[in-house]
């Protein structure tokens, strides 16, 4: 059974920084795309950051130049970095994997931008 556990959520001022964490019961080879969503209170969820299992990258515009997504095929984890936080990044953050035809989420981690 897959499964991925968030960490690194939390309350940050504006402009701050966060790492988010995601780590896999299975190696990430197993996985064609990881990545990260996000939902806000009352909006649906969108995709924030993904990266394949070749290593290609793809993000948000919203996030764009601001977020990072990395992997880290040792310790099967996948990792968000996040500089120049704003308010409206406020949301729970899901980790999410696909493998063949099947998406995999985890349980999510809050992140709240505020002063």
């Known amino acids: 059974q897959v499964q991925l556990v968030e960490s690194g959520g939390g309350l940050v001022q504006p402009w701050g920084s966060l790492s988010l964490s995601c780590a896999a019961s299975l190696s990430l080879f197993s996985f064609n795309t990881m990545g990260w969503y996000r939902q806000a209170p009352e909006k649906q969820r969108e995709l924030v950051a993904v990266i394949t299992s070749a290593g290609i990258r793809d993000y948000a515009d919203s996030v764009k130049g601001r977020f990072t997504i990395s992997r880290d095929n040792a310790k099967n984890t996948v990792y968000l970095q996040m500089h120049s936080l704003k308010p409206e990044d406020t949301a729970v953050y899901y980790c999410?994997?696909?493998?063949?035809?099947?998406?995999?989420w985890g349980q999510g981690t809050q992140v709240t931008v505020s002063s």
């Open positions: 999410y994997a696909r493998r063949g035809e099947f998406a995999h």
